[in-house]
């Protein structure tokens, strides 16, 4: 079976629109969603009853649960106090623009999915704000997918695709075990082999950042395993209008018309959230 796999529409319908087109002309029989429904874009409400219309299975992504719960990013949220701040303002017009039926779907999408030995999550398997970048040291990358109980682990938040393939290998725990009865510790080595497992980062159907305008989502092949990152083109230019129009930051038209974020980059980007 083919799947198609999208995320961080951010309000973008007609990057929604072109994309649901593109998986209909290849043929997926199932679509899966790792959220960001909302956020920076023009039309919260037009993607929210497109997704509940057609019944996609979506995760919870980052700024859907903020625009429930209220802004709780935390501080490795942002790349900078400069996009922080640009945030903010696009949470303020989604929060007033949201209706009150969609807001209540967003409340009750999950955090994650499993669907036979394939898991879903937005950020990473524990926080929605979490990325799960290329560059992450391996061992974290792994106990990421294991954590899940799956073999391949499909996320978003990045808005950059990409796929990393971690190879089998034998991992080692040590611990110390304490008895009440003796005084003394003992160590005890855990040793477990870990089969291939996979991470995929589905980009940005709404706002991409991987250096084009260009909408991505990823089909994937059951039977064989294999991942096509798609690259959709659309009428971006209607979308930056109607962001001027709707009197959203003018840059979130910049970057969308060229695929790129806009702001200095965290000292460490590659940290791993710790809220």
Known sequence: ?????????????????????????????????????????????????KMRSLEIPTCVGCWDEDIVEGLNACDCSYPSLLAEKRGLQAHEWTNTEISPENREFLANLPHSIQWENLAFVHGSPHSNHEYLLPELDPFLAL??????GADVLFCGHTHVPYIRTLDAGSLQ???????????????????????????????????????????????????????????????YQK???????KGLPKIFAWRLANGL????????????CTR
């Open 173 to 235: 725990v040590k611990v110390n075990n304490h008895s009440h009865s003796n005084s003394q510790e003992k160590s005890q080595e855990i040793s477990f082999t870990s089969p291939i497992k996979r991470i995929i980062n589905v980009g940005s159907v709404g706002e991409p950042r991987h250096g084009r305008p260009n909408a991505t989502y990823v089909i994937y092949d059951q039977e064989t395993q294999e991942v096509t990152l798609r690259e959709v083109a659309y009428d």
């Open 1 to 49: 079976m083919k799947i198609a796999i999208m995320s961080c529409i951010h309000g973008n319908h007609e990057a929604l629109d072109t994309v649901l087109l593109d998986i209909e002309k290849q043929k997926a029989e199932k679509i899966f969603c790792v959220g960001d429904l909302v956020g920076y874009g023009p039309d919260p409400n037009a993607v929210v009853n």
């Open 239 to 245: 979308t930056c209008a109607a962001i001027i129009e």
């Open 143 to 148: 106990e990421r997918v294991i954590s899940t």
């Open 261 to 272: 974020e806009f702001a200095e980059r965290a000292d460490d980007p590659t940290h791993v």
